[in-house]
Structures are given as C-alpha cells and as structure tokens.
C-alpha cells in the first residue's frame, strides 16, 4: 500500500523544540504504517515535513528493504533559492530515493498541482500535517491542494 506524506508548511513556524517532538511523532506513524504494511511512500520533498518524513524513511529503508522511498518533484529547480545546508540535505534524499520524478519539465505555473495529482493518483493514504480544512494564510497555499485531491478521490487523509 501506499502513502502521500504533505502539509501546508505550517511546520516552518515550529520552535526547535517543537519540530523535534513533530519529527518524533512523523516516526512513530511511518513504523506504525509499515506494520500496518504500507510499503511504498511518496513526497513532492517540500522544505518541512515533506522533507524530514522523506529522511525518515531513508533511514527506515537501511532497516526495512521492502519500503521504497518515491519523490514526485514539481521541477527540476524545485531547491534553487534554498540555503546550501537545505540543499545538501535534498540532494541526500534524492540520492536515497527509488524513484524521482519531475512532474513538470519545464517548470510551469502548474507544477506544484501537477505534482498534488500525481502524487494522490498513486496513493491509498494521505499523511498530512496541517490544521484540517482550512487554510492559515491569506492566500491558498500551493499544497493545500493535495487535501482537496485526496477528499475528491476519497483517498483517507490521517492528519499528523
């Protein structure tokens, strides 16, 4: 089985000490799904949990051969304005991926949703992290659309 790991990057206004308990709590849910014997997990590998959950399983996988680790990125200059440390640990992840897909090549003004439908149309869960059904800033935030995609596809969403 399979799961879409998002959120609506609430997460970058954590504390320190509060994105540790958050990633502790990320772990525990990808063990728990593996038992449960989701196998396959996806990102769009987003700076926030996107990201930390993809580590995660690419530490997991060291352990457990048979989940795969899938990232379905918007472009192929997804972490072009990040700083050198964010990137460095993008580029490890790639490195531990089974898969990386660029959804959009080029990049156009619909990669980010691209990417939210390509990742739903694989998946039999959405792992999200972010205040259910509503958005917390001003304007639609780009992953927003992947809860929206997943209730029209009445894929199961399990909020973090």
């Known amino acids: 089985m399979t799961v879409t790991i998002a959120s609506k990057a609430e997460e970058i206004f954590l504390s320190s000490k ?27 590998c987003a700076w926030g949990v ?28 997804q972490d072009v304005m990040w700083k050198d440390s964010m990137k460095k640990r993008y580029l490890k992840v790639k490195l531990q991926a089974d898969t990386v897909t660029y959804v959009s090549t080029p990049e156009d003004g619909f990669s980010f949703r691209k990417t939210a439908e390509f990742m739903t149309n694989q998946s039999d869960l959405l792992l999200f992290y972010g205040n259910q059904g509503y958005f917390t800033y001003p304007f639609r935030n780009r992953m927003d659309i992947i809860e929206i995609l997943a209730r029209k596809k009445h894929i199961p969403i399990r909020y973090i």
């Open 18 to 44: 509060e994105t540790q308990i958050l990633r502790q709590r990320i772990l525990l849910l990808l063990l728990n799904l593996i038992k449960q014997d989701y196998r396959d997990f996806y990102t769009n």
């Open 50 to 77: 996107p990201l930390w959950t993809a580590e995660l399983v690419g530490l997991l996988k060291q352990n457990n051969p048979e989940i795969a680790l899938h990232l379905a990125l918007p472009h192929e200059r």
